[in-house]
């Protein structure tokens, strides 16, 4: 005999129950989490679980598959992508977030979605496109709050609370050894960092531990990995040396910053009444010394930078040829047939948005080859079909 749906739930939901009695004093509970609609019934999933599917299964989730890392304009199957970087993430943030007894599938809702908001070619997309948003719209472009727009505007997920702060708040570029979370419980709040985030005193904590986790786990996801893809690419030598206060701390290859960063958090962190998420000094300042060692030599070097003003050019010729696609009504334009027709957007969207804001919501959301055939469609002349007699 077949049980019931809802006998289905109920047993799902004392299941839950049972698991989340073992958690710590600071884990989020599922009861807690908050959406603004709850359009649908529940069923046998948590919500942060729903938020993961509904993440997994969005537009903007799919788009994660041609969208660098850090090594943009490179051409090699083995280095990391976004869509493989998310899934490192929620799997280092899930594993030290089972030995804290924190709620894994809300880590696992913020982990997949958090990189959702990166334009093409990674930061230095990101740099230009925040450049284009400062002088048309007078406000940065953040990837941090691109990545809610798609979620909560653009497509309107009805995610949670809880994830769309983690998401907003995970900052994988900062330099704090530890976090302490910074609860609220209503969309106000969330609004207000919205709205402040990227500006000089906009950096938040997020407001749940696992939040907080993912956000370290961002970093030990990508830190080691960064130096293999510049070694495949030829960008660093194999054998360059690091510091002797990385290795002697760290170890010297990405397996072992994931092991001893994991473990001493792991090892360091709190998750009692009172909440602290956290490196041993030691390890934190071994890992600032690994970061430093990264800038100087990947993301500012020169080989993966020589190319940046052309990628300027792109992004300034893309913009003003699709806003004015935009103001004109052209309806081939891919602002129209990749973005404002799309079946995701959610009729409300266009209604609150200025001209400025869907062109650059609609490249922020191109993948870097779609980036690059829409500007060679602008820049190139059309071939013309036809017979010469």
Known sequence: MTAHPDEEIRVAAWYDEEREALFSPSATRSYTAKRRHNRKPPDSRTPFTRDADRILHSPAYTRYIDKTQVFYLVENDHITHRVLHVQFVSKIARTIGRYLRLNEDL??????????????????????????????????????????????????????????????????????????????????????????????????????????????????????????DAQATGLLPVNLPLSPSVCEVL??????????????????????????????????????DLKKYNYENIYNNPLLTSERGKVEEMYETVFSALLEDLETEKKDSP????????????????????????????????????????FRNIVLPRKVKGRFS
């Open 107 to 228: 880590i696992e809702a913020i982990a997949l979605g958090h990189d959702i908001g990166h334009a093409p070619y990674g930061h230095t997309g990101e740099e230009f496109l925040s450049k284009i948003s400062k002088r048309q719209r007078g406000i940065p472009f953040s990837h941090n709050v691109q990545s809610v727009r798609f979620l909560d505007t653009i497509e309107d997920q009805d995610l949670t609370l809880q994830v769309l702060d983690g998401i907003l708040c995970h900052n994988g570029e900062s330099t704090e050894s530890e976090l302490t979370p910074a609860p609220y419980d209503d969309f106000s709040e969330y609004e207000r960092r919205l709205e402040t985030i990227g500006e000089e005193d906009g950096d938040f904590s997020p407001m749940t531990a696992e939040g907080c986790v993912v956000r370290f786990a961002d970093t030990i996801a990508y830190i080691g990995r960064d130096i293999d």
């Open 335 to 374: 602002v129209y047939t990749m973005f404002l027709d799309a079946s995701w957007v959610v009729p409300a969207y266009r209604a609150g948005a200025t001209d400025e804001d869907i062109v650059i919501d609609c490249i922020a959301g191109m993948t870097d080859r779609t980036f690059e055939k829409t």
């Open 251 to 288: 170890g010297d290859d990405t397996r072992s910053f994931i092991d001893t960063l994991s473990l001493d958090l792991m090892r360091s962190s709190k998750c009692n009444e009172e909440c602290r998420i956290a490196y041993s000094d030691e390890v934190g300042a071994a890992l600032h």
